[in-house]
Nanobody, 116 residues
Framework: QVQLVESGGGLVQPGGSLRLSCTAS???????YMWWFRQAPGKQRELVA?????????NYADSVKGRFTIARENAKNTMFLQMNSLKPEDTGVYYC?????????WGQGTQVTVSS
């Protein structure tokens, strides 16, 4: 079955960096567009970034452009989100998502907290 497992979250000070990973299984990873979403407390889940199957096309929310970089390593069925210059408003649970077999699949999420 399709599984997505996020890791790499944690507590970081404003201005710091974190690198999130999403490891996938149960489908042909290299064939599918992938996304990162996040959800802050009391807010709706929002799109952070997306990446095409081959990695050549990426898109970002305006709020993270220039600070976050999405990437993937298809040989390892893994997607990454490099987050630099983190701000308190980046705090939330970060999820990876894939649409495959006519369904959306989500990981369990990884908590990112940006605070001094």
């Amino acid at each position: 079955q399709v599984q997505l497992v996020e890791s790499g979250g944690g507590l970081v000070q404003p201005g710091g960096s974190l690198r999130l990973s999403c490891t996938a299984s149960g489908f042909t990873f290299s064939n599918y567009y992938m996304w990162w979403f996040r959800q802050a407390p009391g807010k709706q889940r929002e799109l952070v970034a997306g990446i095409s199957s081959g990695g050549g096309v990426t898109n970002y929310a305006d709020s993270v452009k220039g600070r976050f970089t999405i990437a993937r390593e298809n040989a390892k069925n893994t997607m990454f989100l490099q987050m630099n210059s983190l701000k308190p408003e980046d705090t939330g649970v970060y999820y990876c998502k894939v649409h495959v077999y006519d369904n959306d699949y989500w990981g369990q999420g990884t908590q990112v907290t940006v605070s001094s």
